[in-house]
Structure formats: C-alpha cells, structure tokens
C-alpha cells in the first residue's frame, strides 16, 4: 500500500544532543514537508521541499535542517540549537502544483527531551 | 502572508446533535480550501475540500461551502456521532504564493452519548 512512513513513533532526546526523524513515501510524490504541532497552535511548517536537492524554510526553521537526496525520503533534524523541541512532528507528502491535491501525513513523531 | 483562523475548541455536543465549526481565512491569492481531521495518537487525514467560490465540499456527511465574499469555510455536521470525536483543521493552498498548506489551530471535538 501506499503511503508515507515516520519513524520512530516515540523519541526521547537528552538536552544538547542532535536526533534525526525519518520520513519515507512510495507515493511518488515531488512534494514534501515537515509540520510541527504543538498544543493550541496547530500545526507549523517547518520546511519544505517541491523537488529533489532542494528545499525551502518555513515559518520555524530555525534549530531544524533537513535533506532532499531521494524523492521517496525527507529527513529532518532537530538540533541541540532548538530551544524547545519536545512536539509532535508530522511529515506530509503532495504533487506539486496542484490547486486541489490532497496532502496525505504520516502518523506522527512525538519528540521528548529528557 | 496567508492565515486561517478557527474557533477555540473543544466543542462538547451530545450524539445526534447541529455542529458548525467555524473558518475563516486570508489568502493573497486564489487559494484552495481543505478541512482534515486528526483522531488521537495519529496524523491528518483529509475530510473535504473545495478549490474555488461557491463550491461544496462533502464527506461523511460533514459540509462546508467556500464563501468567497466573506472569506470562510465552516464545517457542519448534521447529526453527530460519537466516532467523530477528534481534532479538526481548516486549511488553505494558495499556489500564488508559498506552495504549502496553511492551517488553523485547530478544534477539538467531543462527542458524548
């Protein structure tokens, strides 16, 4: 089936230390991106990456980097600069340029620190 | 920049009963109008969308019409059940602009038998 995988589903960070979240998709999409949910506030995009060895900020990006090496793969780190990282991390996957595409999520990352 | 705006949640109705979920939104453009739905523990999932005035979007029996002359999106429900407690986000896509989806905070929906 297709769809988009986040791995791991729980991850506990000890404060200082960088961890990296995984996101995979067999959807074949161009499209990726990286939202961060905290209680209250919906969810905020982090970054964002239309193609292949390309990818933009987005509103949050700063204590985050990420990678676009592979289509089907998007990457994020959570660096020790990150003030505050404990959220909920959701990955989203779409075709590009299109006004009425669906964006389909994986089911989530929640991030501690310790 | 583009924004949506989403009443403060949680909304607690009893089984069977009118929900309406207000959204409103500002968008530079033209933009595309999704509402999503989060049950606990896991992602979004889309409910329904619409991707220019006037144009209804339906599913599950949920509703919502894109009013462009007063910017808003609500989502409406006649007859609630108590499977369709979870979270639910308006979004917009606004392919003049940034070309990712924006969303509201979010609101939580609590149905009780």
Same mark, same amino acid.
């Given at each position: ?9 729980? +991850? ?8 990296? +979240?995984?996101?995979?998709?067999? +959807? ?10 905290? !209680? /209250?506030?919906?969810?905020? +995009? ?16 700063? /204590? ?10 998007? !990457? ?8 505050? !990282? ?9 075709? !590009? ?18 | 920049?583009?924004? @949506? ?5 949680? @909304?607690? &109705?009893?089984?069977?009963?009118? &929900? ?16 999503? @739905? ?9 409910? &329904? ?30 007859? @609630?059940? $108590?499977?369709?407690?979870? $979270? ?6 606004? &392919? ?18």
């Amino acid at each position: 089936d297709g769809g988009i995988t986040q791995s791991p589903k729980y +991850l506990f960070r000890k404060e200082g230390q960088n961890v990296t +979240l995984s996101c995979e998709q067999n +959807l074949n999409h161009d499209a990726m991106y990286w939202y961060r949910q905290d !209680p /209250g506030q919906g969810l905020r +995009l982090i970054y964002y990456s239309q193609i292949v060895n390309d990818f933009q900020k987005g509103d949050i990006a700063e /204590g985050y980097s990420v990678s676009r090496e592979k289509k089907e793969s998007f !990457p994020l780190t959570v660096t020790s600069a990150q003030k505050n !990282p404990t959220a909920f991390y959701l990955c989203a996957s779409t075709i !590009p340029g299109a006004m009425n595409t669906e964006a389909f999520f994986g089911q989530g990352t929640r991030l501690t620190v310790v | 920049g583009n924004s @949506v705006t989403q009443m403060e949640g949680p @909304v607690t &109705l009893s089984e069977e009963a009118f &929900l309406t979920i207000n959204c409103t939104y500002t968008a530079t453009g033209y933009p595309s109008l999704f509402w999503y @739905v989060q049950y606990p523990g896991e992602g979004l999932q889309l409910l &329904l969308k619409a991707t220019k005035a006037d144009d209804k979007g339906s599913n599950k029996g949920f509703e919502a019409t894109y009013r462009k002359e007063t910017t808003s999106f609500h989502l409406e429900k006649g007859s @609630v059940q $108590v499977s369709d407690s979870a $979270v639910y986000f308006c979004a917009l896509w606004d &392919l003049t602009g940034r070309r990712a989806l924006t969303f509201g905070s979010g609101t939580r929906l609590q149905v009780q038998p």
